[in-house]
């Protein structure tokens, strides 16, 4: 099984200027725990921002969530693998970094992302 076979091709975005409010407001509204940072120019990486990343932030900051940009707080360059990999490479790398999620990439151009969970449902689907 490949990483195109188990990832989701409907990845939300956001703008690395976005406010974390914006962030927060795409988050709910579409239904996702996390989005991807877009890239800035053609030499630039994927960010990735989750709602771990936001509560911490909120937290740290008192809550101030209209004055700090996603590109302040979140992880890029984030970990991409190929749409092409075989999923046990992927689930091996997850686990020992403790990734919950990657960004999958054909070359330079953004595919989808895979979980945790994208992975373990088609497990646990052949082992029923």
Not at 32 to 37: E, H, I, P, R, T
Not at 52 to 74: F, K, M, Q, W
Not at 112 to 117: A, F, Q, R
Request: charged residues 25%; glycine residues 4%.
């Amino acid at each position: 099984m490949l990483v195109k076979d188990v990832m989701q091709t409907d990845v939300v975005t956001i703008s690395p200027m976005a406010t974390l409010r914006e962030a927060m407001q795409r988050m709910r509204d579409r239904s996702v725990k996390s989005l991807v940072v877009e890239k800035q120019n053609a030499h630039d990486a994927y960010g990735l921002i989750t709602y771990t990343t936001v509560l911490r932030t909120i937290v740290a900051e008192d809550g101030d969530i209209d004055l700090i940009n996603v590109y302040d707080v979140s992880s890029k360059p984030a970990i991409t693998v190929p749409a092409e990999l075989d999923v046990r490479h992927v689930a091996r790398l997850m686990v020992k970094q403790d990734f919950r999620r990657l960004i999958v990439l054909e070359g330079n151009d953004l595919q989808g992302i895979i979980s945790m969970d994208d992975i373990v449902s088609p497990i646990l689907a052949m082992v029923e």
